[in-house]
């Protein structure tokens, strides 16, 4: 009996311990959605005017460019899926790796050739695991993401959707990513970068009850898209991965939690089961005590006669 209760205090003093550290992931998690936050924020105004500003420059001229123009008969396209980097955050990058499938699906069903490039060890790890074709990864800074990541990951990218699908380009780019929408609640998205839809843009302004702005072009209106292809592309990727980010954070934060609560559950009904034990132990040893003393007072009563 002494075995089991020993068994039992090494069991709660293991989960107690796990407790420690699952708390301490947890707070450091609530703390990095704020930071987080605010820089999803702080990215929205640039690029919401810069979109604004391609949207005028290609309605108000008849420039044909990568940035805006459909292909006719598009027959590759290019996906950008944002994982993370570390686990411990129960379903987020599964449920993003998801909806990469159901987009390539869709894609494949239209006929087009999908290049798959991942952002995050948990997204290199699923594809490499299948031995599926990457063009090109980025990992390590998932959780905290700079411009210059942005910019890293923009340029392939571009470079693709520059090119001529003879020579490897294509004709779309797609980014699959974990929208924040609130503490509780990010969802895995997928949003076409380009061709940029001028129809949804005017839609979106309309409803806004925005005006776009009229511009002169120097030196023409195809330099000026040149200019901002780049720009754009890098501030929606930006966006994205801040996005990702603050829902890594929202998402560990809840695991963490609920293997908190989990361990305290646990180190309860472990307690109990030990007490339960413990009381067993006594019993049986004031079980033993007694028949001892008895045992001896029989002795001794048959000795006397």
């Known amino acids: 009996m002494g075995a089991q209760l020993r068994v039992y205090k090494r069991r709660i003093q293991a989960v107690t311990a796990t407790k420690k550290i699952t708390k301490a992931m947890e707070m450091i998690a609530a703390s990095r959605i704020v930071k987080a936050q605010r820089k999803v924020a702080a990215s929205m105004p640039y690029a919401t005017e810069l979109t604004r500003a391609v949207t005028a420059v290609a309605t108000g001229s008849n ?26 955050a129960g379903g987020y990058s599964s449920n993003a790796i998801k909806a990469a499938e159901r987009l390539r699906e869709r894609l494949a069903g239209e006929g087009k050739e999908v290049d798959t490039y991942i952002v995050g060890r948990k997204g290199v790890a699923y594809y490499g695991f299948r031995e599926r074709k990457v063009e090109e990864f980025w990992t390590g800074f998932t959780d905290n993401p700079a411009y210059s990541d942005a910019k890293r990951i923009a340029a392939p990218l571009i470079e693709a959707i520059q090119k001529e699908t003879a020579e490897g380009g294509v004709d779309e780019l797609h980014i699959v990513f974990t929208e924040f929408v609130s503490m509780m609640t990010q969802n895995a998205v997928d949003d076409r970068m380009l061709p940029l839809s001028l129809d949804e843009v005017a839609q979106e302004s ?16 195809e330099d000026v898209l040149d200019a901002l292809l780049p720009r754009y592309v890098e501030s929606r990727i930006y966006n994205a991965l801040l996005q990702a980010a603050a829902s890594e954070h929202a998402a560990r934060r809840r695991a963490m939690k609920s293997a908190t609560d989990n361990a305290g559950d646990l180190i309860k009904s472990l307690s109990r089961l030990a007490n339960a034990a413990r009381q067993a132990e006594i019993t049986q040893e004031i079980s033993e005590i007694v028949g001892g003393a008895s045992a001896l007072a029989d002795a001794t009563a048959g000795s006397d006669k």
């Open 63 to 88: 420039a044909k460019h990568p940035l805006t123009t459909e292909a006719e008969a598009p027959t590759r396209a290019a996906v950008l899926l944002v994982t993370s980097d570390r686990g411990l």
């Open 206 to 221: 309309t409803r806004k009850g925005e005006i776009l702005p009229l511009f002169e072009f120097e030196p023409s209106a």
